[in-house]
């Protein structure tokens, strides 16, 4: 230590209290510092072992790990626009062909697929109300 300089001293595990754990733990979880942030400040040798500290000690859910993928939500408003309007387009496509499938049946088949609106209640609707 010499010129007022300060060296951080490597610690071990057995040095860690449960309360240091658990005031670690809590801190993380606020928000106050990342994982490696707190490995930094405090001179946390180990890789994973506030990583197993947060698994063991902490109020998170680690059964199922967050998979981060390239995500929609960096799109601009004008590239999120442009595919909106592409989906649309091809929603409108497909309902255009649905339809026209549904009309050929109708006329080849004699089906009738489409459901009839009638303005009138059935009698059966009328009796429950």
Do not use: C
Not at 16 to 45: N, P
Not at 55 to 71: C, F, Q
């Amino acid at each position: 230590m010499e010129n007022g300089e300060k060296t951080k001293e490597k610690r071990t595990q057995r040095d860690y209290t449960m309360s240091f754990k658990l005031g670690l733990v809590s801190r993380i979880e606020k928000g106050e510092f990342t994982y490696k942030q707190a490995q930094q400040h405090y001179g946390i040798q180990g890789r994973s072992t506030v990583l197993v500290w947060l698994r063991k000690y902490g109020n998170l859910d680690w059964s199922k790990p967050i998979i981060h993928t390239m995500s929609q939500s960096r799109e601009t408003p004008a590239e999120k626009i442009k595919r909106l309007e592409k989906e649309l387009a091809d929603e409108k496509l497909k309902t255009k062909v649905l339809n026209m499938m549904i009309d050929i049946s109708d006329k080849q088949y004699g089906t009738q697929i489409r459901k009839k609106f009638s303005p009138k209640q059935s009698d059966n609707s009328r009796k429950k109300d």
